[in-house]
């Protein structure tokens, strides 16, 4: 019997460390979005999820002139790791963070290039 038990606290330490990461009211798809959005000035509506693999979640926008962008991102802590669909690892020289406010209902993208930062806020109802 103490083998369950040791199995049962094993499995429930596990779901205790998945359910740790707080999105608030937004998705993890909603924040790849966002940092997608901010660093690109884009619209957050005008972006679409095309897959989530994992924890990689996959995005694209097609420009007015017909052209089609794609990203991958990772949330990493408070960072959204991205990388722009033709490169093979991730893109050090543009951090993305996150933050939320207002109790969840409020989240800050902050975009840092090279030591200067710039910062956009979404709310449900951007997406």
Known sequence: ????DLILALLLSLFAIDAVADYGQFTEEQICIAGIATNNGRSAKGIRVLAKQG???SV???????????????????EIRWRDQSMNRWNKNIKLFYALAENGGRLNIRSVVFGEA?????TLADF
Not at 1 to 4: D, E, P, Q, T
Not at 60 to 78: E, L, M, P, V, W
């Open 1 to 4: 019997m103490k083998k369950y």
């Open 55 to 57: 924890n990689t979640i």
């Open 60 to 78: 694209a926008y097609t420009r007015d002139d017909g052209k089609i962008f794609g990203y991958s991102c990772q949330i990493a802590g408070n």
């Open 118 to 122: 710039m910062s956009k806020s979404f």
